[in-house]
């Protein structure tokens, strides 16, 4: 472990205690005090659950970047949302962030590695292109849920993503919190929510999930994955 990234460490562990218990908002503010907005990055898939996080940081700071990952098998319906939030929500600073084109027709030219492997595909489409977006950062912002079950189950406050410090400002907000997020600030919903995708990510690997399932049980359906990977592997 180098030295920096065990100050990152003691970093995140001080912060997630003196966290534990904030909102979602001064979770965001204590992000900007620490590293200020040009070292600060929101990542957000404006998926079905997006907007309530982009409401709260908005209303923080507007100007905060954010880092969107367009894989290229993004749902049109998607790309739609981006721009309709931008709007909605004065977002200033939306990044969209697109795979690396020689990577692509090096490992990818059919555009069929999410069948083959898909751990390959996310790597190729987000993982990397995520872990170059952020090079410029030294924290960044999410909004994983610990209700969201599986390896969420856990997730603190802020942790610490190699030299990055990481903040999870919706880790112990509860399903009821968020949906009052959307109806007290009428948030346009998702335009797929409609039509039964609870959770949306790249076409190819998601499908609806039904009444009875878990939110993201649409996601890679059939597969022995549940996470892209963008939280489960360092980004520096
Ligand atoms: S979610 Fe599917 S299509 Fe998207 S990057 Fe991952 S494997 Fe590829």
């Not at 555009?111 to 090079?135: I, T, Y």
């Not at 390896?151 to 406050?157: D, G, M, N, P, S």
């Amino acid at each position: 472990m180098t030295d920096h990234v065990g100050s990152v460490e003691s970093e995140a562990a001080e912060l997630n205690a003196a966290l534990q218990t904030a909102a979602p908002a001064e979770v965001i503010a204590a992000a900007l005090e620490r590293v200020g907005r040009e070292r600060l990055a929101l990542v957000s898939s404006f998926g079905t659950e997006s907007a309530a996080l982009l409401q709260v940081m908005a209303k923080v700071d507007p100007a905060i970047p954010v880092i969107f990952l367009d894989t290229g098998m993004l749902f049109a319906e998607t790309l739609a949302y981006r721009d309709t939030m931008i709007k909605a929500l004065g977002l200033t600073d939306v990044r969209s962030i697109k795979p690396d084109e020689a990577a692509l027709k090096a490992s990818d030219p059919d555009g069929e590695l999410w069948f083959s492997d898909p751990d390959a595909c996310c790597r190729l489409r987000k993982v990397e292109p995520l872990a170059r977006a952020l090079s410029p950062f030294a924290a960044w912002i999410n909004g994983r849920k610990r209700f969201q079950g599986g390896a969420r189950a856990e997730i603190a406050v802020v942790e610490a993503d190699g030299e990055r410090l990481k903040f999870n400002p919706f880790a112990n907000v509860s399903r009821a919190a968020i949906d009052a997020i959307y109806a007290d600030n009428k948030l346009p919903p998702h335009p797929l929510l409609a039509t039964g995708f609870l959770s949306v990510g790249c076409m190819p690997c998601t499908s609806r999930a039904g009444p009875d399932e878990d939110a993201r049980a649409g996601r890679w359906r059939g597969r022995a994955k549940s996470e892209c990977g963008i939280h489960t592997m360092r980004t520096s």
